[in-house]
């Protein structure tokens, strides 16, 4: 007999090539189910990745005089400038003339058509920082969110949703002047700090300067499976297909189907698919031989692994979509409109929620008190067009939002759901032109019940561009924000608040203990 012995390992990495290697895995379930989960209540966190660096200075931003200033000075210049328009201005029509440009508005991708942005007023005044000028009288520092999420807006006031500002992937706390003396003069520099795919790794991964194969959604997971959780097959979910966050050692995510008519199990069975797969037409054949062992053959790890995972995906695919089925009480979203075309469309982010919403209404069926959901949205990497391209997609967030946190108090979870973004980086202070370009600190948006709302967390920074024999910005290097709160802070908090202990949070965020304060108190403690 031939010995057809291939090793899972090898096998993957082969199949890697053809970028298959990942979703063949999604679904495979842990092995197996412990008896009881020390947890009894519930909670779940509820990522959504802002993909391609969302440009938050144009999200959270700093309306006192003199950050106003700096912002206009940097943003209104170029072919099409980005510069949005103060508090309280009003909305200009298209063919009308702006008294606070000057130019006539040429169609509803002009800053000048959207109004001023729109006030938000934290709950804690935010110290000014060093270089920044403070307003006469020492007022308090104002805040604005973007003119095309309001209901954003209404959240914040409301105490639903707070904010987290200058957050970015740090090894250890870092000044300017490490930062421009460079990594090879010890400083902790972390690398490629520009880079797409690097910079979601590590906010998904929680692995700093490092490459990471699973996510930290995943590895809060592992813990309660550790301690004897239940419903291992459902404690991590993903509506975005193939991502780090919510992958695990032991406890790998299930993937659910989304459409605007809600979510839906998936079943893997890649032997009975035809055609190409990843552009190559090649795949599915190489695949099928490889799987399944010549007459007289002895059976490979390969195929062994495929029945479990086969027999696996219709297992768990049929508990799921007997348990989705029961969760008709969870409510749709509402139609969305695009603010630059008026025309009623799909919201895809307002969809892979509408899925999550009805995954966690059924999370008693399906056995599971402890669940992390991935949702993303893009792209936003909007180095040209950003006007028309960052304003749907953030009225898509807005949307979403609202959505999202209606659903949850709808079902009575309002409380027990912690959802919050990330993205790869922040974009550049300045324009190009029409757009922003890579960056690094940014500010985040986190919603929920448990969510001590109203605030800004961290210190939002001192904005402006360093003039020669001038103004220095102490938080800024070149054209970025170099960030004053890490993201193993911002997402530690929120893995405290989930439960895990003290010592998987050290595991999971390597880099934490090197942070003074370690919790950043936006969650409440009960």
């Known amino acids: 007999m031939t010995d057809n012995h291939i090793s899972r390992r090898d096998a993957f990495l082969q199949f890697a090539a053809f970028g298959a290697a990942a979703p063949l895995a999604l679904n495979l379930a842990a092995i197996g189910s412990a008896a009881a989960a020390n947890a009894t209540d519930y909670k779940a966190l509820v990522c959504v990745f802002l993909l391609g660096g969302n440009d938050s200075h144009n999200m959270l931003l700093a309306t006192d005089a003199d950050s106003w200033s700096r912002y206009w000075t940097a943003r209104w210049t170029g072919v099409d400038p980005i510069g949005l328009m103060p508090p309280r201005t009003p909305k200009v029509a298209v063919g009308s003339n702006s008294g606070v440009t000057g130019r006539t508005v040429s169609s509803k991708s002009n800053p000048e058509y959207w109004g001023g942005v729109l006030p938000v007023a934290p709950k804690t005044a935010q110290a ?7 307003a006469a009288g020492g007022a308090a520092r104002t805040f604005a969110v973007h003119p095309l999420m309001p209901n954003t807006q209404a959240l914040f006031n409301q105490g639903r949703i707070g904010a987290l500002a200058n957050v970015g992937t740090l090894l250890a706390p870092l000044t300017k002047a490490q930062y421009q003396a460079g990594a090879a003069s010890g400083a902790p520099v972390p690398p490629r700090l520009f880079s797409h795919s690097d910079q979601q790794s590590a906010w998904q991964s929680g692995q700093v300067g490092g490459v990471g194969v699973t996510g930290w959604g995943g590895e809060i997971e592992d813990s309660f499976a550790a301690q004897g959780a239940t419903g291992l097959d459902f404690m991590s979910v993903t509506t975005a297909g193939q991502s780090v966050f919510p992958a695990g050692a ?25 055609g190409s797969y990843n552009g190559s037409t090649t795949m599915l054949a190489a695949l099928k031989s490889t799987i399944l062992p010549a007459a007289g053959s002895l059976p490979n790890d390969l195929a062994t692994d495929y029945a479990t995972t086969v027999a696996r995906s219709v297992s768990t695919s049929g508990t799921f979509g007997a348990a989705i089925a029961g969760a008709g009480s969870v409510p749709a979203p509402g139609p969305f409109t695009n603010p630059l075309t008026g025309a009623v469309m799909d919201n895809p982010l307002a969809d892979q929620l509408y899925a999550t919403a009805q995954t966690i209404a059924v999370h008693g069926t399906l056995n599971v008190n402890r669940q992390v959901f991935f949702a993303s949205l893009g792209s936003f990497d909007t180095h040209d067009a950003e006007n028309s391209r960052q304003s749907l997609l953030l009225a898509q967030v807005d949307h979403a939002l609202a959505y999202f946190d209606g659903a949850m108090n709808a079902i009575g979870l309002g409380n027990a759901v912690t959802t919050f973004t990330a993205s790869d980086f922040n974009r ?53 924000l170099l960030p004053t709160t890490s993201v193993d802070q911002y997402l530690g908090t929120m893995a405290a608040w989930f439960g895990v202990d003290a010592g998987s949070l050290a595991n999971i965020f390597p880099n934490l203990a090197g942070f003074g304060t370690q919790n950043l108190g936006f969650m409440k403690t009960s």
């Open 428 to 480: 550049t202070f300045t324009t190009n032109g029409d757009g922003t370009d890579h960056g690094w600190g940014g500010h985040h948006l986190m919603m929920g019940g448990a969510v001590k709302g109203g605030d800004i967390y961290g210190q939002y920074p001192t904005l402006g561009i360093d003039v020669t024999g001038g103004f220095q910005n102490p938080n800024g290097i070149g054209t970025a």
């Open 128 to 134: 000014w920082p060093a270089g920044t000028k403070v």
């Open 250 to 274: 032991t406890v790998q995510p299930y993937r659910v189907n989304v459409a605007a008519s809600g979510g839906s199990a998936l079943s893997i069975n890649v032997l009975s698919q035809k």
